[in-house]
């Protein structure tokens, strides 16, 4: 099976929920965004994803950006959830 790769563009300051089934592999690549320009993320220091479980919202597990899509510029980091 191959990764599914899911695109959001996410304002700064806001929040995006993001679901995944169990089992499944997915690639999120999310576009941060201040007034509908991409955030330039050049030198950033982390970008770190987190997962909690929806029924209850106990953290599962954290992932740090694993590289951008396109320059550090266009500010969308990869996370790869397997």
Do not use: H
């Amino acid at each position: 099976m191959s990764i599914r790769v899911t695109a959001y563009s996410i304002p700064l300051g806001s929040q995006q929920q993001l679901e995944i089934a169990q089992g499944e592999d997915r690639e999120f690549r999310l576009t941060f965004t201040d007034s509908g320009t991409a955030v330039d993320m050049t030198g950033a220091a982390a970008v770190v994803l987190t997962v909690k479980n929806r029924s209850d919202g106990q953290l599962l597990f954290a992932r740090s950006y694993s590289g951008f899509q396109g320059a550090a510029t266009a500010g969308t980091p990869r996370f790869q959830i397997l």
